[in-house]
């Protein structure tokens, strides 16, 4: 069997497979889920002595200190994954709820109902921790999920998949619910993005050129967990404590991660008192700044900023400063540079709010906090499979919920249509 | 400018025009709605003194009558859209509604609000009044659209166009809202499946076609409005006379619409009594059947069917009929030949229905009623843009919500995270 084959057939058994899931209870998901965490637990040595493998090979091939930090399962990871497992097992269950219901005039009674969408396609990096949390919060959607890992942490994505399956199976799971790619050969990612027929939507999860080469490539359905360029605008009427706080957590609490400030606007009557605190309180923490004129002007650190900074996600302890005009420059600085993900303003003003709110067109708008709350858990969805950039479907920290979608169901009495 | 720059340049001021779009209020909004309803009747001498242009090249290129009848501007069809126009009017306006609404134990509130989509992009054939509902549907969940309709109308399309954005811009209609290109060129269609940067959304509306073109070669999110293939499933619990009487009405109301019958099933042991009277009631009204071997046996004027005919969309007085064991497998002939768009069972008995609205995959399932009832109207939505039989975003009929998304707005008071 050639690699196309075996990619279709993977295909295919998912698509059986997502029939069957259709039927279980939610009862009988959350058991297999519990299995799943128990045998994970079970086979903790195993899964470390695959993933000391990718490891070795990680060393081998170079990998850098920060790539081999992200590729280990430490045994504070396989907990995290357990741990995981169980939660998304007590989280509601989306799948079955009535959206909503009306009846017609004619006696139809219509009902909207929740309904998995049927075979997700994940595609991801290096965190053989994502084959966990992926496949769980797919399954307990009743979704069948095809895993596609990176190469360089293979031997992990194996073994924690079977640890899973194997758990699952005894309670009663599908056998092909959750099916991982064995092989790490790229064209399996090119069948997968042709595959119309089997799989009803990629979520491809990792760096700029994945997302990228997965949306160009896909005839498939994709939402993309993109890039996050977020911005903080301090508005002339903003409390400045507020503004330092908020730029300071924004920027430096996490920078690693898509929620993280990466630009900082600022109204030019503020800026004169605003931005020489500001440059302390970035420089304490080992911030670079890059500026425009006014920022350089005022802060002594800064360096020139180019056109290529604001379009930056910078994912590190650098910060782009930019003095605006008003808020309407604010937003149009953001609508044009920013990557649709979160955004926040510090005011005290009603008119710059509403029109901050209403003009951004970003997924998530802050008035008087920062970005870093965007996230699953921060908005209080108990689990997401990522944060979609895109504006279909899903939109912001997709949760269970946005792994489901409806049907109609219409329920009649030998209504005909006149 | 040549095609490409051309298309790009209505791209961009259709981006342009959704920022001015996000900020018009409902009654501005229907007061231009209005005001287009107006402009078309003035103008209707105009128009249909473009519409005949169109005529005389159809008659000259030989179109079929079916398809200089679509093309034609009656009096009644361009009454039917200034009557739609003002029913948009007086639709709820969707955007900025309140899906939910919480708080966090920060402090922090969450508001999850409905917004336009963007840009939307509607590529369709013949009818030119298309021209007219999908512009007034996008414009009234102030999203800007960009129409490219087929050249067999495109002096009717652009006069339809012109009408609707002089009457609009005497209200204060951005002039970029709607705007329909105005070459005929298939690279038109090309450039705008790769306008990632400018348009959110294509919606096809046509022949398979079409939709497979458009799907194949579109970066930009497509949500199909593909074929229906729909399934009436006659259960050994069903009410005999319920079962004639809607098999009767799903093939023969319409038979040119997607939400027709195109292949019944019959339980094996109801056959013998259900068929025959079936056979001369399809007779009559001038069906020809093509059906397995028992329904060739019981019904004298079968044909043989073959695979074929399950995956056909007839549109017209043709119907497939196939005996099946269970409910199960008529379960399974659905979703191996049907199009995921709409299917009725008719029986008395909880457990066929329930596995049967469960399990069938399709965006309507019904339960003793005709499947002629998947329609906008017909579910009480108020207007549809079509029946999308895509799974993600919008599923089965689309309204006015469908063609909006949401953002979250987070409301704080200097909320950090620890």
Redesign the interface.
């Known amino acids: 069997m050639d690699i196309k084959e075996h990619i279709l057939k993977i295909g295919a058994d998912a698509k059986a497979a997502s029939?069957e899931l259709?039927?279980l209870s939610t009862r009988k998901k959350n058991a297999i889920l519990e299995a799943m965490a128990d045998e994970l637990d079970a086979q903790r040595a195993l899964i470390q002595q695959e993933n000391e493998k990718d490891l070795a090979s990680g060393r081998e091939a170079g990998l850098s200190p920060a790539m081999l930090d992200r590729l280990e399962l430490t045994d504070a990871r396989i907990d995290g994954m357990i741990k995981g497992l169980r939660d998304v097992a007590v989280l509601n269950d989306p799948v079955g709820s009535e959206i909503s219901t009306?009846n017609?005039p004619n006696g139809?009674e219509?009902r909207k109902i929740r309904v998995p969408?049927?075979v997700i396609g994940i595609i991801f990096e290096s965190r053989p921790n994502v084959t966990c949390d992926a496949a769980a919060l797919c399954f307990k959607t009743s979704n069948a999920v095809i895993l596609r890992g990176g190469k360089e942490a293979i031997h992990s994505n194996l073994a924690i998949a079977a640890a899973m399956q194997k758990g699952g199976a005894e309670k009663g799971m599908p056998a092909k619910a959750i099916q991982l790619i064995p092989t790490t050969d790229r064209e399996a990612v090119k069948v997968m993005c042709q595959m119309t027929g089997y799989l009803?939507?990629i979520i491809p999860r990792g760096g700029e050129s994945l997302i990228k080469a997965v949306?160009?490539m896909s005839?498939v359905?994709v939402?993309k967990h993109y890039k996050g360029i977020c911005h903080t605008y301090i508005d002339i009427a903003a409390?400045l404590d507020?503004g330092w706080?908020?730029a300071?957590?924004?920027k430096c609490?996490r920078p690693g991660v898509c929620n993280a400030m990466e630009t900082l606007l600022v109204h030019k009557d503020i800026a004169e008192t605003f931005l020489p605190r500001l440059g302390e309180i970035m420089t304490e923490r080992g911030v670079e700044i890059r500026g425009d004129e006014t920022v350089c002007r005022l802060i002594a650190e800064a360096k020139p900023a180019t056109e290529d900074d604001w379009y930056e996600e910078y994912l590190e302890l650098i910060l782009a400063i930019r003095v605006v005009n008003d808020v309407d420059a604010a937003i149009a600085h953001i609508?044009q540079y920013g990557s649709g993900h979160s955004d926040a303003i510090v005011t005290g003003d009603d008119k710059a709010r509403n029109a901050f709110?209403?003009?951004v067109?970003?997924?998530?708008?802050?008035?008087?906090?920062?970005t870093?709350?965007?996230d699953g858990a921060?908005?209080?969805m108990g689990a997401e499979i990522g944060i979609s950039t895109?504006?279909?479907?899903a939109?912001?920290?997709m949760g269970l919920e946005e792994l489901t979608?409806?049907?109609?169901?219409?329920?009649?009495?030998?209504?005909?249509?006149e």
């Open positions: 029939r259709a039927r009306w017609r139809l219509i969408i049927g009803d939507l949306t160009e005839h359905p939402i409390d507020m706080r908020i300071e957590n924004a609490q609508n709110l209403a003009e067109d970003s997924s998530s708008v802050y008035v008087n906090a920062s870093r709350f965007t921060e908005f209080g895109d504006k279909l479907h939109r912001g920290p979608t409806y049907k109609f169901v219409v329920l009649g009495k030998g209504q005909i249509r």
